[in-house]
């Protein structure tokens, strides 16, 4: 079922997005501006201290404050905070194309009264300032993002969390778009605080470093990121991004290790990183 929005052109559905901030002013209209076909806009902010929330807020959104949790927990309790069932889930630094909303407006009727967990939708990426044509990962990666609250549920790790569907689900067509990290400064610091998080959740684990597999580590990933992902095709920004990859996959095995041998260590960098403001 659909309601009539104020502007009769776009139909309105019982369905909430679900966006989580932390010092997002940059993107959050763009993001929250790209969806008009929701109910409810609904941002989790975990502690902004730019003008995120009332950004949000002007754009239409309802603004709930919670400490941060962890990325699948925390999207979890989004999840309890939507008024609707069926939730899409998008960061601050992404936006639906005009072809995208094209096509929720023409299948969510279809969708919201099937019996499916949910859908995936294709995310497209830019990298340093322009759109990523052939990586892979970039260009098309499949994401569970459109999902019905009784029926998914975000894993509950720190970080690259993911929906785990119990049920059917369906794909989209069109795709949606990363304005992923505008600067390689940006994408370090991504790096920086994903390894962490990381490193983290293997340590609860109790798993050990295995540092034989270090130099392995950087290899494979390089290559299948370079040649099998076909980064190679981006030319220099493919190298960059294949680079940053295989440092990203050797770092955080190492900072396990550091965690291993120098316990306190974990005080001293989450000390660092809540002053750089990365500690989520």
């Known amino acids: 079922m659909t309601a009539t929005a104020a502007n009769q052109e776009t139909p309105v559905f019982p369905v909430t997005l679900c966006v ?23 941002v989790i902010d975990s502690g902004s201290s730019d003008a995120t929330c009332d950004i949000a807020a002007a754009h239409g959104a309802k603004v709930v404050q919670h400490a941060w949790l962890g990325f699948g ?14 939730i899409l889930a998008l ?22 009264e099937s019996s499916a967990a949910g ?18 990962p970039m260009v098309g990666e499949k994401i569970g993002r459109l999902y019905h609250r009784e029926r998914a549920r975000w894993t ?23 304005h992923q990290s505008p600067t390689l400064v940006h994408k370090s610091l991504k790096v920086l605080r994903y390894s962490e998080l990381k490193a983290l ?21 390089f290559f299948k990121d370079y040649v099998i992902r076909l980064a190679f095709l981006d030319g220099w920004r493919g190298f960059a991004v294949a680079h940053v990859a295989a440092n990203y996959a050797v770092y955080k095995r190492l900072r396990l290790y550091e965690l291993t041998v120098n316990p306190a260590s974990r005080q001293e960098a989450a000390a660092i990183l809540e002053r750089h403001g990365l500690d989520r």
Not at 31 to 36: E, F, K, R
Not at 91 to 112: G, K, M, N, Q, Y
């Open 156 to 178: 509950d790790v720190r970080v690259h969390e993911s929906l785990r569907f119990e049920g059917g689900v369906l794909e989209f067509r069109e795709a949606f778009l990363h």
């Open 91 to 112: 960061d601050a630094d992404e936006s639906l194309t005009p072809a995208l909303v094209a096509e929720f407006i023409a299948r969510l009727p279809a969708v919201l």
């Open 119 to 136: 859908a995936r939708l294709r995310r497209s990426a830019w990298y340093m300032g322009a759109p990523m044509r052939w990586y892979r």
């Open 201 to 221: 959740d293997w340590a609860e684990r109790g798993r050990g470093p295995r540092m034989f597999e270090c130099p392995f580590v950087f290899a494979t990933t």
């Open 73 to 86: 927990p925390q999207r979890n309790f989004a999840t309890t905070q939507a008024k609707n069932d069926w």
């Open 20 to 42: 989580m901030t932390l010092n997002e002013a940059h993107n959050i209209a763009r993001c929250l501006d790209s969806v008009p076909f929701v109910d409810e806009k609904l």
